[in-house]
């Protein structure tokens, strides 16, 4: 069982199914289109027999009538498992609800809500739904399952991760099947570009991989007045912040992330902005949707834990 | 409160404006945030200015502005006024002049300059030398006096404004050209008061009187060996100054009635002081005078105290020795001030007298002390004393001069000797009333402000405020440096590193 916070998530994303964006290679019977033509009852086309076909797949009665020997065709159904690749680096525990006002989410917060969403969407079209992730208290790993509870148990698992660190992400993925779907969840601070290197690669083998990059809005609104910025990761970074630079910083954080979802795209990966000010039901929704890219929040959107 | 220097407190208030400005306007490292897109904002400066409303340290503030400003407000040289003004007219009495406190406040009652003016007698205010009760004949010592006390006055008094010299005057003759010189030194008017011409004359007399001298070798006319002039030197310049002063006066005596002549007999005694015998009294109506050879009288007596080395330790009566070398440059009596051309050398001034006798007097405007003196030197000191003793009087003439001398044959010894020669209880000095305004040198006061400033000691400088006052300035700058110790050790503190 997952967490009692996440019980209006979960309500929210009942009945939602989450199919691949491509089909799928040949698995256990499922839900996602498969690149296998078999035997399941959704028929797509007839195609003359030929020496060696199963004769099981024979239209009789087309025979019967034309006297003519064609097999039916028909799509197969496959499962693919879903793998959470969760970023869980000292920079993902902006902003610290302690230290903001209203306690706001931080952005580990966020992508676990996510991460939970996805997982029983996955989980409840039967995918296997897997976890990696890294942080303060080394790498976490919870094997692709499809039994009940699985959802619960990648959700305590995600609760019992201290965020903090600089731990890189590659290394994580390389466990993960190439046939995977692979969900990644990140800043893009850390090892961005290895990262994109091995969805890039992955993308190439057929896998799917789709990149939700989780953007504070805290990061997107500065806070007003003068302050030194420094990078929890990089202590070497540090920078004056006041109403000055706030433009200019907008600017270099636009044009990285748009720089980021081009690179992304490009590579034949998903990807979409998670903005924390959005509520990560209509981020899992859109994302779902594929609609992903374009997602903002609306006026009307709070950060109650309610909508989420 | 004024400031001599009011630039160099303006000076102080800029610069703790600056220093509280910059207190404002720090320059410090701003606070530190977390951010983990902070490779995003533009690499610039770590510093910053930190605009704040409230300044950070206040107690840094406070004590480098109070530090500031005590030292300013040091520097400027503040002075202590008082909104009330009060005037203070300076009296110098000369000798030969009857007065009191009282009788001198009435007398400038009606005068424009000094009219509700606190009243000062100079000689009195001053610790009098011996001998001296009042002022001087003696410009540059009345002077010196007078802005040498202005200068207490005005130190001692913060209330007082202006300040005028009156010069009550004996004699209505003399050259004025010492007063004049040392006028200049007193920063404002200076008023006169003097008797008329012809106030030293003796009042018209309705009996003749003829004056016989009579040389004795005693005051009493005792003959010691059988003659009176036992004991009287031959060929006496002073013998010989009587009887012609005698014939004189006789002379002038002759325009006055002739129905009736009274001869008084002037009992002239020469012997040395170590001889002579002191007496409890006098024959009614008897003239003495006792006029020593080496003009020092009989010796005084100490009423409290011993004289040492010839200088008075407490309380004085009579005749002392005078400080070895000490001379004076005239010697005044009936208004006649002998002096001019004259050594000063001729008059043996070895002597003087001390304590007169002031006790009040019950009638107004005359003296009638155990004591009178009827001639002074030029500084002030008794020459000549007049005692009663019975009905009849005595006087003493503690001046020595050389034999062969013919000063006292001159006018100017004429003062001296119609007093020798005059009745006893003659009236010897002016009646205040008898003073008149004679001249003013200007119509405005001395400024208290011109006697402020300079060294108190110094006899021609100004004031400082009373000792309190004094020493503010320095408790200021004290009190900057004991606050920018402390700024040090706060910042000091507040700089420390915490473990």
Known sequence: MASQNDGPLLDALRGVRWPARRVVGAALPGAHRSTQRGTSGEFTEYRLYRQGDDPRQLDWKLLARSDRAFVRLTNDRAVVATWFAIDASLSMAYPDASSTPGGALSKWAFARAIAVGLAAVAHASGDPVGLVTTGANGPQRLSARTRRGTVGELARLLDAVVVGGAHALTPLLSAIPLRARLVILTDLLGDADDVLRVAAQRSAAGAIVECLHVVAREELELPVGAFLARDPEQATVERTMDRRTHEAYRNRFDAFRTERARLWRASGAGYAEARTDVPATRVIRQLIAGRGRDVAPSAAESFTPEGR | ??????????????????????????????????????????????????????????????????????????????????????????????????????????????????????????????????????????????????????????????????????????????????????????????????????????????????????????????????????????????????????????????????????????????????????????????????????????????????????????????????????????????????????????????????????????????????????????????????????????????????????????????????RLLAPCKHPASVAIAALSLRTASGTTLAPASAFRGGDPDDIMGGATPNRVVRWIPSLLLALSLVALVAEWRVRRIANAPSI
């Open chain 2, 1 to 418: 409160m004024t400031f001599a220097s009011p630039f160099v407190l303006g000076i102080a208030a800029a610069a703790a404006l600056v220093i509280a400005g910059l207190h404002l306007l720090s320059v410090r490292r701003p606070p530190e945030l977390l951010l983990p897109t902070a490779r995003f904002l533009p690499a610039t400066e770590v510093r910053a200015v930190s605009r704040t409303r409230t300044p950070s340290d206040l107690l840094l503030l406070l004590l480098r502005v109070g530090a500031l400003l005590a030292a300013g407000f040091a520097l400027a040289g503040p002075r202590f006024t008082t909104t009330r003004a009060e005037r203070v007219a300076l009296v110098g009495v000369e000798p030969g002049v009857l007065a009191d406190t009282a009788a001198v406040r009435r007398l400038l009652a009606t005068d424009v300059l000094t009219a509700n003016a606190r009243v000062v007698l100079v000689a009195e205010s001053l610790s009098a030398p011996t001998g001296t009760m009042l002022a001087s004949y003696d410009a540059a010592q009345l002077f010196p006096r007078a802005i040498q006390l202005a200068a207490r006055t005005v130190r001692d008094d913060l209330a007082v404004d202006s300040l005028a010299l009156i010069v009550l005057r004996a004699h209505s003759t003399g050259s004025d050209s010492a007063w004049s010189a040392w006028r200049s030194a007193w920063p404002g008017s200076v008023v006169t008061y003097s008797p008329p011409a012809d106030a030293s004359q003796p009042p018209p007399r309705r009996v003749a009187r003829r004056v016989v001298l009579v040389p004795v070798a005693a005051v009493d006319g005792t003959p010691t060996n059988g003659s009176p002039r036992d004991g009287m030197p031959p060929d006496d310049v002073v013998e010989a100054s009587f009887r012609w002063h005698a014939a004189r006066v006789n002379h002038n005596d002759r325009s006055a009635s002739d129905t009736a002549v009274v001869v008084d007999s002037i009992f002239l005694s020469r012997i040395p002081s170590r001889q002579f015998a002191p007496r409890d009294g006098s024959l009614p109506g008897r003239v003495s005078i006792y006029w020593p050879l080496d003009g020092a009288p009989n010796m005084g007596a100490a009423i409290n105290g011993t004289p040492a080395n010839g200088a008075t330790t407490g309380q004085w009566r009579g005749w002392q020795a005078a400080p070895a070398g000490d001379t004076a440059s005239a010697l005044v009596a009936g208004g006649i001030a002998m002096m001019g051309g004259w050594p000063v050398a001729q008059f043996g001034r070895w002597n003087a007298f001390v304590d007169v006798d002031t006790s009040p007097n019950t009638e107004a405007d005359t003296l009638a002390p155990r004591w009178q003196p009827f001639a002074w030197w030029s500084d002030g000191r008794v020459a000549a004393i007049e005692q009663y003793a019975g009905k009849g009087c005595e006087r003493t003439v503690a001046v020595m001069v050389a034999q062969g001398h013919d000063i006292l044959l001159s006018p100017a010894a004429n003062g001296l000797f119609d």
